[in-house]
């Protein structure tokens, strides 16, 4: 059985369950690869389906009753000049956010099918927040049904970690440095505390720490 696993990442102007939603990112990516070369060369959803990169129309989030919370707002205003354009970009694509969670969902299960998967394994930076956020707001927006089951939502961040720990190594060491030469053609990479850099940042120090585990069980079952 083929498995797609998919790192999710959201920009939320609240950390609540009912959070306005400012973006979603994800990424595909291939477990099994030695290398990230099964990722997209370019940045461009129109053109591959292997990233999903969306703004919301806030005024549609408002219009839903979905929470703003003003700590967060100000936490924003704070950030990089590049983060926060990335957020006000007026050239950027929005979407209600009926329409856009309607479209990530059906992202999901395109390119479920385009890589001939039977199951979806969903990766996030913890499992009570962008996974509570999508849950909750998809049934805000009368979507009822995920395109993963429960039992397939992965922990990222613990996952890292635990690793990290049971490695003995720092979540800043230079292994996570995402390479420059990754085959990722003419992307553009985003900036910290933009939803895709992130979704790429986890999917790299996941399949970095698997590719870990694999080696050190390979060369222990070799003794």
Not at 128 to 136: G, N
């Amino acid at each position: 059985m083929k498995d797609v696993q998919i790192t999710i990442d959201l920009e939320t102007a609240s950390l609540k369950p009912n959070a306005a939603i400012i973006q979603i990112a994800a990424v595909a990516w291939n477990a099994n690869s030695k290398d990230l070369k099964s990722r997209p060369t370019i940045y461009d959803k129109s053109k591959n389906p292997y990233i999903f990169n969306a703004y919301c129309d806030l005024r549609s989030c408002l219009v839903k009753g979905m929470d703003f919370n003003a700590d967060t707002i100000k936490w924003w205003t704070s950030q990089s000049e590049e983060a926060k354009a990335a957020i006000t970009n007026s050239d950027c694509e929005l979407e209600p956010i009926d329409k856009l969670i309607a479209h990530f969902f059906e992202w999901i299960e395109e390119t479920k099918k385009a890589l001939h998967a039977e199951k979806v394994y969903i990766w996030a930076q913890g499992t009570d927040m962008d996974i509570a956020v999508l849950r909750t707001v998809s049934q805000m927006v009368g979507i009822t049904d995920t395109p993963w089951e429960s039992c397939d939502v992965c922990d990222s961040r613990t996952y890292i970690k635990t690793m990290c720990q049971a490695f003995n190594i720092s979540e800043t060491d230079d292994m996570f440095k995402m390479p420059t030469n990754n085959n990722m053609g003419n992307f553009l990479m985003p900036t910290k505390h933009n939803a895709l850099y992130d979704a790429l940042q986890t999917s790299w120090n996941v399949f970095v720490l698997q590719n870990m585990l694999k080696e050190t069980l390979y060369h222990t079952n070799k003794k």
